[in-house]
């Protein structure tokens, strides 16, 4: 039931770009994208609904293919404080009962 | 920023004793939850709560206990530590469950020995 997340770590230069998949065995209702800093506590990015809506935020949007469960995080002209390790957290059934289910987390690292 | 704060910060106990772990917002959001964060792994929900008393458990429940007598603390208790709980526990909180996004407490470092 955990989503599968790739690449499991990446390492990028600053400005480039790149993306974190989350893919899913299980139909889903909605992902929710986060970013966890080392040591400090995971931070809200983005939900996404079923619907192949695709969001952003900053340099930062994301897609969701709900036919294949998949959804994509992109990150573009990376910076510095891009660093650190990407959830993704899925829900399955709709409802705000069941919790997410996250995926082991994409490590990302922008040098200079 | 939603206010929710966990305590201890962290903690050292040994094998065999009782531990609780304690998760306390200041917004009223109806949904709480459990996680523990473990490398190679990612956050794996322990237990949740979606109101008072209203609690269920989570993929990895085993050997913890969870109560919520009021809407602002859901407490985490490991009912007799194990080497294997040692891990960072997170506490997040939720207004509308899955409907919008979980904003996580600093967690706490739990060491057992």
């Known amino acids: 039931q955990q989503p599968v997340q790739s690449p499991q770590a990446v390492i990028l230069r600053e400005g480039e770009d790149a993306v974190i998949n989350c893919s899913s065995s299980k139909a889903l209702y909605s992902v929710h994208w986060y970013r966890q800093k080392h040591g400090e506590a995971p931070v809200f990015l983005m939900i996404?609904?079923?619907?192949?809506e695709q969001k952003g935020h900053e340099k930062i949007s994301a897609s969701f293919n709900e036919k294949k469960q998949q959804s994509s995080l992109y990150l573009t002209a990376s910076q510095l404080s891009y660093s650190g390790t990407y959830f993704c957290g899925t829900e399955i059934i709709k409802g705000g009962n069941t919790p997410l289910v996250f995926g082991k987390g994409t490590r990302l690292s922008v040098i200079a | 920023d939603a206010g929710i704060t966990q305590s201890p910060r962290h903690k050292v106990t040994e094998t065999g004793t009782p531990v609780t772990l304690r998760c306390h917002q200041t917004?009223?959001?109806?949904?709480m939850y459990w996680y523990r964060q473990d490398p190679g792994h990612g956050l794996r929900l322990i237990h949740y709560s979606y109101g008072v008393k209203d609690t269920d458990k989570g993929e990895v429940s085993d050997g913890y206990s969870v109560s919520r007598s009021k809407t602002e603390d859901f407490l985490l208790t490991l009912e007799s530590a194990t080497s294997s709980q040692t891990s960072v526990y997170f506490c997040a909180i939720s207004l509308t469950g899955t409907q919008g996004g979980y904003t996580f407490g600093s967690g706490t470092r739990l060491t057992v020995v």
């Open positions: 917004e009223n959001h109806r949904y």
């Open positions: 996404l609904l079923k619907g192949g």
